[in-house]
């Protein structure tokens, strides 16, 4: 699936008139994410407001059955920086974000977790990172930063896998599966999209080296989630991540 190429069928939830192209489009793919999008409003808008950049917000949902897009469209229904894309069908992680990606307005991408295990705060820090580097990627590493509150087995698998990527394409890169990466658009676009689930972020990371994209990392947190159940399923994961080592990336 190439990544300007949204497949399936979907519906925009919201006026979208931003007046100028924003300078960074977060893309948030999201499934029944109900409780972390009522706080929304001051945990992810609010910071934002703040940020020292103009951004529009695209939520991506891959077929909520708890009311997650109403829910941010209530929020935001007078932000004309924000956008529900909402699916008639259940979507894949890839699908989410490659349809969000087809209408996003930014000259960099940042992809971003919609249980905000990373702080909205530190796009700030990505960014300034890739303006000043010329960065075509700018990685946020909770391996230069900190891990809390994920647990002793999700922390170990995360290092484990991490590290088989680093000794597979690129050791003097840490952070392969977080989704947390800013991408400057016009190269995000020129990357196919093969996986479906979740090991899409290592893949993307894997393509940018493989093209001898510029790639940069930070320090950032990644926190645990504290509301919601996670959508990563373990064993299909690993097995997925395995697979990118084998075969590698085109």
Same mark, same amino acid.
């Given at each position: 699936?190439?990544?300007?190429? @949204?497949?399936?069928?979907?519906?925009?939830?919201?006026?979208? =008139?931003?007046?100028?192209?924003?300078? *960074?489009?977060?893309?948030?793919?999201?499934?029944?994410? #109900?409780?972390?999008?009522?706080?929304?409003?001051?945990?992810?808008?609010? @910071?934002?407001?703040?940020?020292?950049?103009?951004?529009?917000?695209?939520?991506?949902?891959?077929?909520?059955?708890?009311?997650?897009?109403?829910?941010?469209? =209530?929020?935001? #229904?007078?932000?004309?920086?924000?956008?529900?894309?909402?699916?008639?069908?259940?979507?894949? &992680?890839?699908?989410?974000?490659?349809?969000?990606?087809? *209408?996003?307005?930014?000259?960099?991408?940042?992809?971003?977790?919609?249980?905000?295990?990373? #702080?909205?705060?530190?796009?700030?820090?990505?960014?300034?990172?890739?303006?000043?580097?010329?960065?075509?990627? *700018?990685?946020?590493?909770?391996?230069?930063?900190?891990?809390?509150?994920?647990?002793?087995?999700?922390?170990?698998?995360? =290092? &484990?896998?991490?590290?088989?990527?680093?000794?597979?394409?690129?050791?003097?890169? !840490?952070?392969? !599966?977080?989704?947390?990466?800013?991408?400057?658009?016009?190269?995000?676009?020129?990357?196919?999209?093969?996986?479906?689930? &979740?090991?899409?972020?290592?893949?993307?990371?894997?393509?940018?080296?493989?093209?001898?994209?510029?790639?940069?990392?930070? @320090? /950032?947190?990644?926190?645990?989630?504290?509301?919601?159940?996670?959508?990563?399923?373990? /064993?299909?994961?690993?097995?997925?991540?395995?697979?990118?080592?084998?075969?590698? *990336?085109?």
């Amino acid at each position: 699936m190439m990544a300007n190429d @949204p497949h399936g069928s979907w519906t925009d939830g919201g006026d979208f =008139r931003t007046k100028r192209a924003p300078e *960074v489009s977060v893309i948030i793919p999201c499934l029944n994410e #109900a409780l972390n999008a009522a706080l929304y409003e001051e945990t992810l808008f609010t @910071p934002l407001a703040a940020a020292p950049f103009d951004s529009e917000v695209i939520f991506s949902d891959g077929g909520s059955s708890d009311g997650t897009p109403e829910i941010i469209e =209530r929020l935001s #229904a007078r932000k004309t920086e924000v956008r529900v894309l909402r699916s008639e069908n259940n979507t894949c &992680f890839a699908e989410s974000i490659a349809r969000a990606l087809a *209408v996003s307005k930014g000259e960099y991408i940042v992809l971003f977790e919609a249980d905000l295990s990373f #702080a909205p705060g530190d796009i700030s820090k990505l960014l300034a990172a890739a303006k000043a580097g010329n960065y075509d990627c *700018v990685c946020g590493s909770p391996f230069l930063g900190s891990f809390e509150g994920l647990g002793f087995t999700r922390e170990a698998l995360t =290092r &484990f896998a991490n590290l088989l990527l680093r000794l597979r394409f690129d050791g003097s890169v !840490t952070s392969y !599966t977080q989704i947390f990466k800013l991408f400057r658009a016009d190269s995000l676009r020129t990357l196919d999209f093969e996986s479906k689930g &979740f090991s899409l972020d290592a893949e993307l990371l894997a393509k940018c080296l493989s093209r001898g994209f510029r790639i940069n990392e930070v @320090p /950032v947190i990644m926190k645990g989630r504290e509301l919601g159940d996670s959508k990563l399923n373990v /064993v299909p994961e690993i097995l997925n991540c395995l697979g990118l080592i084998l075969k590698g *990336v085109r």
